[in-house]
């Protein structure tokens, strides 16, 4: 990959971190926009993989965009995606911090968070509607899928536990 | 509630971290203890273990990070760093959070794709995708239902989903035209 694409691939990040109301998981949809339909870096199987060792591993489910950027790039991928994603998230709360208490503070939190929660939930449902929609057809996937929605809505089981299982599943059923 | 508070009534029992270290262990600790949602165990180091901030402040703080820019759990880190040790305290507890669970996540990334040849690895990565995609789906339900009742939030949540998922839009056009406009009603609403 050249230095212009890495370059391109950190700005995109970085952009569209400023619009994170509620998760990176809510900006998936857009980044599968860029990596996998724009410019075909990498499948629709290996971003969902992305997602999957994230959310499977230690650590917090945003590191999906690490895996992303390193399947893209290596490490320098990593760290484009990554650093990309993490810069508006070290400088608006230093930024929030030094402004102090402004006038009506409260009031506009209490709007941005109103506001951008309903936003926030349509890009949700967005990244929700695009692993569906390119989900390969496989009636096994869409049955783990499934199962696995009815065990978290139904019962208190830790979703790490389901990820694994369904993992030592797949392994094990033929395709 | 803003940043930067003056003590509150319970400030006898609160105390710093000791040093922008310190911000960085309890974060990696943190962080590597959480798969997923990491609000709980964040909650816990930092108001009942380390005494950092009271509950009321927590809460405070972390709703700050929801609003601001940037993914909520990375704003949280800078937020609290930055109370104590400036930029130093922010880089600490953000490197905390994301260093060494980023190293292991790549490690075992890179193992899965060391033998992604082998049959048995495809047919895992299927079913731990398949298993995240009901993951998030059921997260996505849970948002939902705190629309409940409120019509406008409902109409931009479904304009928000037309526009990205089925317009194609590009979340950052969504995000300035509907989310500025949805802003600046619950402005209006909000007393």
């Known amino acids: ?175 | 509630m803003a940043p930067k508070l003056p003590p509150s009534a319970d400030a006898t029992a609160l105390r710093a971290p000791a040093s922008a270290f310190e911000l960085f262990t309890a974060f990696a600790w943190i962080s590597l203890r959480s798969f997923g949602g990491a609000l709980a165990f964040v909650e816990r180091t930092v108001v009942r273990d380390k005494r950092w901030l009271s509950a009321e402040d927590f809460l405070g703080v972390y709703a700050i990070g929801q609003v601001l820019p940037g993914p909520t759990g990375m704003s949280f880190c800078v937020l609290l760093g930055d109370r104590f040790f400036g930029l130093r305290g922010a880089l600490a507890a953000l490197g905390g959070f994301l260093l060494i669970p980023g190293a292991l996540v790549l490690a075992i990334a890179s193992l899965f794709q060391q033998f992604q040849h082998l049959p048995q690895v495809q047919g895992a990565l299927h079913g731990m995708g398949a298993a995240s995609v009901g993951l998030i789906i059921i997260t996505a339900l849970r948002m939902a239902r705190t629309l409940r009742g409120q019509r406008v939030g409902i109409a931009v949540a479904l304009l928000a989903f037309a526009a990205v998922a089925l317009a194609r839009l590009p979340v950052s056009t969504v995000v300035l035209t509907l989310g500025v406009a949805s802003v600046a009603w619950a402005w209006r609403v909000a007393r």
């Open chain 1, 1 to 175: 990959m050249s230095g212009a694409e890495l370059g391109a691939l950190f700005l995109h990040f970085l952009s569209i971190s400023v619009f994170a109301t509620g998760g990176a998981l809510a900006l998936a949809s857009d980044m599968h926009r860029y990596v996998v339909d724009e410019h075909a870096y990498i499948s629709h199987t290996q971003f969902v993989n992305s997602i999957a060792l994230a959310q499977a591993a230690p650590g917090p489910n945003i590191l999906f965009v690490t895996v992303m950027g390193w399947q893209i790039a290596g490490i320098q991928g990593a760290l484009a995606t990554t650093v990309g994603l993490s810069l508006p998230a070290l400088v608006f709360p230093m930024l929030v911090s030094r402004l102090g208490r402004m006038a009506q503070f409260d009031r506009l939190l209490q709007a941005l968070k109103r506001g951008l929660g309903p936003v926030a939930m349509g890009l949700m449902a967005s990244t929700c509607f695009l692993l569906l929609r390119d989900a390969p057809g496989v009636w096994k996937g869409a049955a783990i899928s499934a199962v696995t929605l009815a065990l978290l809505a139904a019962t208190r089981i830790p979703p790490v536990l389901l990820i694994v299982a369904f993992g030592a599943l797949g392994a094990l059923i033929d395709w």
